[in-house]
Structure formats: C-alpha cells, structure tokens
C-alpha cells in the first residue's frame, strides 16, 4: 500500500536538463558556473540516451535543454532528436550566440518545439557587458530572426538586475518587434558564479517591490505573458488583480493559469512543478535551489523523485517557517525556496526578498 501511494504523486510539468556546462561565454550571474573550460563532466551519450528512456513515459509536461550552451555538444542533435522521437515535449534554452538559420532549421527538423534565448538588456553595451563577449546581443537579436524564419516559437529570458530595471520596458519592445511568444524574467539570485561577480547586482526589497508592481500593471495591456521564475510574488498579485476582475487584455484565461507559479507558487520539486538534472547527472529541485537529491548515474530520477525526503519537505507547506509560513498567501506562493536558501542556507525560511505582510498583522 506504501509504495502504491509513492507512485501516485504526480510528475514534474517542467525538466530542465543542463546538458553540459562548456559555454562559449562567461556570463557574470552564470549558475552552474560554465565556461569555454567546462563539459569534461557531462554524462555520456549512452548514459544521456538512457535518462531519456526513463522519462519518456513519465508524463511530464516538457522538457528543455539548456548549458551552459546545449549547441556546444557534438551529440546535442541526437540526444534532442531522440527524446521528441519518444514523444516527449523539448525545447531549448541558448545563449543565441549558434543559432544561425541552418542551425535553427535544423532544431525544427528534430522536432524541437520551443526556444529560449538570452536577452540581458535592451542595448549591446547592457547585454554584451554582462555576456562578457562584445556582439552577443547582436547574435540573439539574429537567433530570434532565425526562428521566426524557421518556424520555431520563441521566448526572451532576462535577467533582473539593478542595470536591466530601466531598459525592461525597452525589452518588451523587443520581444513583440521579433515575433517572440512571451518573456521571462528571472530574478538574479546570488548562487554558482553570481555570488562573486554579481553581489552589487541583486535588487533591494522595495526594487522588487516597485518592479513587480509595475509588471502587474504593464501585464494588463502588454500583448504577451509576462512569467517571473524566482519570483513568485509577482504571479501572486497578478491572481489578486484577477480575482478582483483585472484582467490581463490579451492573455486569455485559460493561458494565464498556466503561467509559471499562477496559483501554485513555488515549483522546485513540487508535483506539477519543476525538477533540474545537472550535466554531471546531479538533480536539484531547481537551478536556483542546488541542494543534491541524488544523481542519475547512480539512482532512478523517477524514485528519486517519488520518494527523496528533501523533497517531502518541499512539498509541505506547513513547514516553512517565518513570515512565510505565517502568510494568507502560503500555499499559492511560498515564496522564492532558492532564495531562502542561498541566504539562509535554510530552504524553509522565509524569502528574505518579500516584502508583503501576513493580512494577520496588517
């Protein structure tokens, strides 16, 4: 009866997969710390095949591939053509830099479905500073042309910083003027190489407070989604608006409550959520949450997944502790886990980076 009720909780919607962390360039917030120097751990191809026979019948949502630079790999077309060829969900996440339209072509031809390039600014200076290579941003703003050409659906990944603020309405322009299908902003988190290079970077309190509030606001009429991993208080506000009868314009319902965190808050580890594997094969309950659940090379990601105690913990919001397990808005946010605990090193403490108030004390 025990091992019945394990494998009755669901699947992670999201996987994402860094299948290496060799990188063409050296990003300054980079977290998983890649470089020109890195892959010698990555998982074989035959151990890589072999993690995606165990989850192809898993019923995840997606899968995506990500770096480091995923397009580094010599077998990063056999390893993604074989997970779609077993009717998995796939998608990618690059830096932009290779996707030339060849290449991009050839995405669509495997059976690729998604893309997700990196846009750290809405002018070269911002983002080729931050990239730490002069014309990347010139390369993605040619990789989100190439895959409009080719067909391949596309989004824009930010990260929000103190020198990104002023130019987020200008990166909006950018993804409607290219044809991308959503942004996502990625809150800057102080773990891998962001905790030297990045520690001026992260956003104050009431940064994130007057960010977030201008998001909710430019959500209303801005033609695409918004989504905010790490930052979960902002899809919290947007249900608010919601339930109040606010309504995103051009966002209809039934596409907003699949928005990242809509409704259920943070998703490291969670069912439904969202789980990461390592390129050395480690797993985490989220790239910003890098605690080891165990590693593929040694363990099933599929037990691991149904029964690691970590993730127990993760998945009972009971436990937080602080202003975040006193909340009203506990078990539709949670707060950021990853944040708690590259602060804390306590991933059940409150999200050091909140700033809303349990109604209980107002």
Known sequence: ???????????????????????????????????????????????????????????????????????????????????????????????????????????????????????????????????????????????????????????????????????????FCLATEYGAYGVELFDLILVGRAKRECQGEALTIQERKELVDWLVEAQINYPLPIETPSLPQYPLLLKINVDKGIRPKHIPMEKLVRMAYYGRGCAAGRPRGYLVIRNNGELNPCIFLQISLGNVKRESIRQVWQESPILAQLRSRDLLKGECGRCDYRDICAGCRGRAYAQTWDMLASDPGCWLIPQSKL
């Open 1 to 171: 009866m025990e091992k019945e009720n394990v494998r009755q909780v669901p699947p992670p919607f999201l996987v994402t997969w860094s299948l290496t962390n060799e990188c063409n360039l050296s990003c300054k917030h980079c977290y998983s710390e890649s470089s020109p120097e890195g892959g010698y751990d990555d998982l074989t191809t035959d151990e890589s095949l072999r993690v995606v026979d165990e989850i192809a019948d898993w019923g995840i949502g997606l899968l995506v591939f990500d770096g480091g630079e995923p397009l580094l790999r010599k077998d990063f077309f056999q390893i993604a053509g074989y997970a779609s060829g077993k009717g998995i969900t796939t998608g990618i996440g690059s830096n932009g830099t290779l996707m030339d339209i060849a290449t991009t072509k050839r995405l669509v031809s495997i059976g690729i479905r998604y893309a997700s390039i990196s846009i750290d600014g809405a002018d070269a200076d911002t983002h080729d500073a931050f990239r730490g290579e002069a014309g990347s941003f010139n390369k993605s703003l040619k990789a989100a042309s190439a895959c409009r050409e080719a067909g391949l659906p596309f989004q824009f990944n930010a990260v929000l910083r103190k020198k990104t603020i002023p130019q987020i309405s200008d990166i």
